[in-house]
């Protein structure tokens, strides 16, 4: 197979960008993501790919939840805060604020939308990982244009 033609073809699906966040051993971590998509109605449930190893990844794993923030088309700073090592303290994470939510997730203050999930699997293949998560609560704070691949200069994939 062609490696040029591979990435070309591969970075053609759509991609949405989003922040995922999750609290485990007794801090909180948060990481941009774009390999994320509902897979069905009832029960309500999304997939997101996780990098092994990540600090994410590893928050996620051991807490069995977490929560996904849809970003307006004005937010690219906002994700690209998000691509480093996770800071956090009792208020920031990545110098942004953030609550804590009854299911213990960190939700940030900024997005315009918040899904909140808990892990129902994980299926482990290859270098990401894909965890199916139930949507157990949502947040709609502004009804806007979200965030995708298409609007930054960022690739990813491939």
Known sequence: MNETTKKQTLRMIENGVFVIT???FNRCFGSTVTWLTQT????????????????????????RC???HLL??????FAADFFKSSESDDFLING??????????????????????TVNKIIEDGDHH?????????????????????DTSWTYGG
């Open 130 to 150: 894909i965890v199916v998560g139930e949507v157990v609560n949502t947040q709609v704070k502004v009804k806007t244009s979200v965030l995708s691949l298409r």
């Open 40 to 63: 069905s109605f009832k029960p309500p449930l999304i997939i997101v790919a996780l990098k092994v190893g990540s600090g994410i990844y590893s928050a996620v794993k051991e807490s």
């Open 22 to 24: 999750a609290k485990a």
């Open 96 to 117: 942004h604020p953030y609550k804590l939510s009854e299911k213990g997730n960190p939700l940030l203050d900024d997005p315009v939308s918040i899904i909140e999930c």
């Open 72 to 77: 307006s088309t004005e937010q690219e700073s």
């Open 66 to 68: 977490f929560a996904i």
